[in-house]
């Protein structure tokens, strides 16, 4: 295959940040579909590809990539869908970026003859504005040599930072990419929440907090970056801590602090495990506080 000529079979998000590194990379995309007829307008126009089309059966003769940039859960309709199109597989490449799902989604083109793969650009994408995608990590998740050669090379010209890794163990990396980046996201909201003001006053004394957090996580680990009551053993913090929300939730009958408690519980117990990463038990105090959350989970 000396010429890759590319088709991208879905308009959301991702697609967005993706399609213009692939042209500033010398790559030719000559094909957009998606399930809505303005979505693939949408994403060809911006970027001046010529041809879209809301059915995969209006791809044309010479498309030799096609990338699935549909949501997870469309994955294998998608792909069992093109598969089934009269087009000739056997020289072709098709590649899907979720996090979550794998190779296996795409069996039915892989019979067919199409060397299949997924990569996962590690970073959010968080709305259909252009995300810089350069130096991210990259997981490439493929059997077959063709599109390992290929991914490898497109991680490259992308100035992406690639790992390979098996099909068994890529949710785990999404799993992991969910707790280091979304419920970061979450707990970070329930921060601000707590001490709404109409000025820039939780942002001004968060930032500090949540930096060097993340600085001596990565600096030293995770374990040895824990500080605050759970770390030291301060159960007569974290009682304050739920009675003062107990107090809140009486008065205000505000369903999102009645969670938020649930989650301050969770996220304690979960971190006594971070205790006992760091000093290789739990002390009586630690134990203590186990047992006084397990109670008030209940």
Request: with cysteine; proline share 4%; charged share 25%.
């Amino acid at each position: 295959m000396t010429k890759f000529k590319i088709a991208i079979i879905g308009a959301g998000k991702i697609a967005f940040s993706l399609t213009p590194a692939l042209i500033k990379s010398g790559y030719e995309i000559q094909f957009v579909a998606s399930k809505k007829l303005s979505s693939a307008k949408s994403l060809a126009k911006k970027f001046y590809i010529r041809q879209y089309s809301n059915s995969i059966k209006n791809i044309p003769d010479g498309i030799n990539v096609f990338f699935l940039t549909v949501p997870d859960g469309q994955i294998k309709k998608t792909a069992d869908a093109l598969s089934k199109t009269k087009k000739k597989f056997a020289e072709s490449i098709c590649i899907h970026f979720s996090g979550v799902e794998n190779i296996s989604a795409l069996k039915s083109l892989k019979k067919k003859g199409c060397a299949t793969g997924s990569l996962h650009i590690i970073r959010p994408f968080p709305s259909k504005n252009k995300v810089d995608i350069k130096n991210s990590p990259a997981s490439i998740e493929t059997n077959d040599l063709p599109a390992k050669n290929f991914l490898v090379k497109l991680c490259k010209k992308l100035k992406l930072k690639p790992h390979l890794i098996n099909s068994v163990e890529k949710v785990f990396y999404h799993l992991a990419a969910v707790h280091s980046s979304n419920f970061l996201v979450g707990n970070l909201f329930n921060a601000f929440r707590l001490i709404h003001h109409n000025s820039n006053l939780p942002k001004d004394i968060l930032k500090r907090t949540t930096q060097s957090a993340l600085d001596n996580v990565f600096k030293l680990s995770p374990a040895k970056a824990l500080s605050g009551p759970i770390d030291r053993g301060d159960i007569y913090t974290i009682k304050k801590h739920i009675n003062e929300l107990d107090r809140k939730i009486k008065t205000t009958k505000d369903l999102h602090l009645k969670l938020l408690r649930k989650n301050y519980i969770i996220q304690s117990l979960s971190l006594l495990n971070v205790v006992k990463a760091k000093y290789g038990k739990l002390n009586n105090n630690h134990k203590r506080i186990e047992k006084y959350l397990i109670k008030e989970l209940n």
